[in-house]
């Protein structure tokens, strides 16, 4: 079973705003936001194979 | 003759005597029988609960591995989330100082040239330092299209 520490939102989309400085701005914070799912989702199969190879091994 | 032997031979107290014996090893038979029975039945059941001690044991152990994993992943996470929030952080600085830059560039142009370019047209090109600190948060982020940015 999942963690709760691994089953949260790490963040939300940000809007483009109105002008180029708050358009980049928002680029920049879902290109991180985008990574920081990836990594979240990363590190949860992580702990699947882990728990996994853990349950198999001692069957 | 012999009838009389017999008969002093099993006198009234030795018959109840014999009985009492006999009774008493019928009652020592059953009792060994009943508690033999009953000792299987504790053998059995201590067997079962070895055998379950056995399986919580290590249930428990997998169940403690299991936590020290899900406490390194989330340490890792926890560290490689604070890495990502940092460069973002960074480069939303950048970009602050890159206004800064404008702005102060801005101050120079009269009233009636900052009407004129008051929007940025839709095909109109990123300023360059803007463009290079995109990429720079794409490449944080691991996008494949960092190259195209």
Redesign the interface.
């Given at each position: 079973m999942t963690p709760d520490s691994l089953l949260i939102a790490p963040c939300v989309a940000y809007g483009a705003g109105t002008t180029v400085s708050s358009l980049a701005k928002g680029y920049v914070k879902n290109t991180s936001c985008i990574a920081q799912w990836q990594l979240l989702l990363d590190k949860q199969i992580k702990h699947k194979r882990s728990m996994e190879k853990l349950y198999d091994n001692s069957k | 003759m012999l009838t009389d032997v017999v008969k002093k031979m099993f006198s009234k107290p030795l018959i109840l005597a014999l009985l009492f014996f006999i009774s008493l090893s019928g009652l020592f038979g059953y009792a060994s029988y009943h508690f033999y029975a009953e000792k299987q039945l504790v053998e059995e059941r201590l067997d079962v609960s070895e055998a379950n001690a056995k399986l919580l044991s290590?249930a428990l152990l997998?169940a403690e591995?299991?936590r020290k994993?899900?406490d390194t992943?989330?340490s890792?996470?926890v560290f490689?989330?604070k890495d990502?929030?940092a460069?973002?952080e960074d480069?939303?600085n950048k970009?602050d100082e890159l206004?800064v830059v404008v702005e102060a560039k801005q101050d120079a142009i009269t009233k009636e040239e900052k009407n004129a370019i008051k929007y940025?047209p839709l095909d109109g090109s990123?300023p360059v330092s803007?463009r290079g600190?995109?990429a720079e948060?794409?490449l944080?982020?691991?996008?494949i299209a960092c190259n195209d940015s």
């Open positions: - | 290590s997998k591995k299991a994993i899900a992943i989330t890792e996470y490689d989330s990502i929030i460069s973002k480069v939303l970009i206004a940025v990123l803007l600190l995109l948060a794409c944080h982020a691991k996008g």
